[in-house]
C-alpha cells in the first residue's frame, strides 16, 4: 500500500541555519503531496502542497518540489528561525479522501 | 473564523464507560474525518465520511464508531473504551478531499486508565 518515509528526528539547528527534511513516498498512481506543521499543543497546519510532478509547494519561507522520478518532496528553507520548531509530518493522498502520513519529525532551533 | 472545533481537549476516563467526543466545522466541508496520533506511528486516519450519512472505516477503526446525521458535526464514540485507545485524537474536514487539504481541530487527549 501507500506509505510515506521521512527522516527521523529530532533535528536541532542553530537560528538562521539551512533545513532539510527529507520525505520518500511510495504510491501505485499519482498522489497529492503535503506537508503539515504542529506547533506545541495545538493541532496541524497546512503548510505547503503540490498536486503534480515538478510542482513546488511553499510558504511562510518553506519549499518543497514533487520529484517524481525520485517519489521524494523534501521540506526545505533557507534560514531557520527559533518560531519554526514544530513537528512536520509529510504526507500523501491518493484516493482523494485519506490522507497518509509519516511519522513526523521534530524540529528544535535555538537561539 | 473558519475552524474546527472539538471537544473536550482533555478526557480521563475508565475502561469501558462510553465516551462521545464531539467535532464540528463551520465551514460546509463535505469531507470530514478522524485521526489519531500516537508517537513514533504518526497519524493514522479511524474513520472518514464523504456527507452526510456516508461513512467508512480508515485504518485504524476498531473499537470506534461515528455517525454523520448533519454535515457540520461527525462525533466519534467510544462504546467501551479500553487503556490501548489513549492516545491524542484529531478531526479534520476538507470541501475537496484531501487533494485540497484538510482543515484539522486542536485535538483531543484522552486517557483511558
Known amino acids: 500500500g501507500d506509505s510515506v518515509t521521512q527522516m527521523e528526528g529530532p533535528v536541532t539547528l542553530s537560528e538562521e541555519a539551512f533545513l532539510t527534511i527529507n520525505c520518500t513516498y511510495t504510491?501505485?498512481?499519482?498522489?497529492?503531496l503535503f506537508w503539515y506543521v504542529q506547533y506545541p499543543g495545538e493541532g496541524l497546519q497546512l503548510l505547503l502542497k503540490?498536486?503534480?510532478?515538478?510542482d513546488k509547494g511553499s510558504n511562510k519561507g518553506f519549499e518543497a518540489t514533487y520529484r517524481k522520478e525520485t517519489t521524494s518532496f523534501h521540506l526545505e528553507k533557507g534560514s531557520v528561525q527559533v518560531s519554526d520548531s514544530a513537528v512536520y509530518f509529510c504526507?500523501?493522498?491518493?484516493?482523494?479522501?485519506?490522507?497518509?502520513f509519516g511519522k513526523g519529525t521534530t524540529l528544535s532551533v535555538s537561539s | 473564523e473558519a475552524q474546527v472545533t472539538q471537544n473536550p481537549r482533555y478526557l480521563i476516563t475508565v475502561t469501558g464507560k462510553k465516551l462521545t467526543v464531539t467535532c464540528s466545522q463551520n465551514?460546509?466541508?463535505?469531507?470530514m474525518s478522524w485521526y489519531r496520533q500516537d508517537p513514533g506511528l504518526g497519524l493514522r486516519q479511524i474513520y472518514y465520511?464523504?456527507?452526510?450519512?456516508?461513512?467508512d472505516k480508515g485504518d485504524v477503526p476498531e473499537g470506534y464508531k461515528v455517525s454523520r446525521k448533519e454535515k457540520r458535526n461527525f462525533p466519534l464514540i467510544l462504546e467501551s473504551p479500553s487503556p490501548n485507545q489513549t492516545s491524542l485524537y484529531f478531526c479534520?474536514?476538507?470541501?475537496?478531499?484531501?487533494?485540497?487539504?484538510?482543515?484539522f481541530g486542536s485535538g483531543t487527549r484522552l486517557t483511558v486508565v
Open positions: 479534520a474536514s476538507s470541501q475537496q478531499g484531501a487533494p485540497g487539504g484538510y482543515t
Open positions: 465520511s464523504m456527507n452526510v450519512e456516508v461513512t
Open positions: 504510491a501505485t498512481g499519482y498522489p497529492s
Open positions: 465551514m460546509n466541508h463535505e469531507y
Open positions: 504526507a500523501l493522498s491518493e484516493a482523494g479522501t485519506a490522507l497518509i
Open positions: 503540490a498536486t503534480k510532478a515538478d
